[in-house]
């Protein structure tokens, strides 16, 4: 069992990103992480009601607040929650507008496939895609601001952006590195 261990070592996220076999299979991983958050950032965005009573129940919002929640956290997603739940009830055509943030989403997601397929020839979908999370912040400012959302919550939102923009800057990073390897493969 051990020659299993020594022939074959763990596949940890550090070694896919550290690996010796080129910058190519580092940027897929990166690409590859990202195409994923925005899958599920879209996928969650279909249930939305159901996922919002279940994170009201478990952080006790109901009128039993947990001690390691921020009480106005806990008033803002049991406000959230009874919107919802109006809204859908009075105007159950709404969900339908969350349903295409989750399509669009989802579809955004496929726009990076180019890049996994092919960095060098797609590079200004990175480009397009780093704009567009440094365009979350100030979205999630004056929105949340002009929409009365806590500013603690505005934070949540453009935390979307600040951790979005890290892969794709890794790998607009590795671009030049890839073209490196594949001018090096071709001699």
Avoid at 13 to 19: I, K, N
Avoid at 39 to 51: D, H, N
Avoid at 65 to 79: A, C, N
Avoid at 146 to 166: A, H, K, N, T
Wanted: aromatic letters at 16%; proline letters at 7%.
């Amino acid at each position: 069992m051990r020659w299993a261990a020594e022939r074959f070592p763990p596949v940890t996220l550090a070694f896919l990103l550290m690996d010796a076999h080129g910058p190519l299979r580092r940027f897929r991983v990166a690409i590859s992480l990202f195409i994923f958050g925005l899958v599920v950032s879209g996928i969650t965005a279909f249930p939305l009601l159901y996922e919002l009573r279940l994170l009201d129940q478990s952080l006790g919002s109901y009128g039993r607040y947990h001690v390691w929640v921020p009480y106005d956290l806990g008033l803002w997603i049991s406000r959230v929650r009874q919107g919802l739940e109006a809204t859908y009830s009075d105007y159950p055509w709404m969900p339908y507008g969350t349903d295409w943030l989750a399509f669009a989403h989802i579809i955004i997601a496929l726009f990076f496939i180019g890049p996994y397929l092919d960095p060098v020839g797609n590079r200004w979908v990175l480009i397009v895609g780093i704009i567009a999370c440094f365009a979350v912040i100030p979205l999630a400012l004056i929105a949340g601001a002009v929409r009365g959302i806590p500013f603690y919550w505005q934070l949540i939102d453009c935390s979307f952006g600040v951790i979005g923009v890290l892969p794709l800057f890794y790998c607009l990073h590795l671009i030049p590195r890839i073209q490196a390897h594949q001018r090096l493969n071709a001699a």
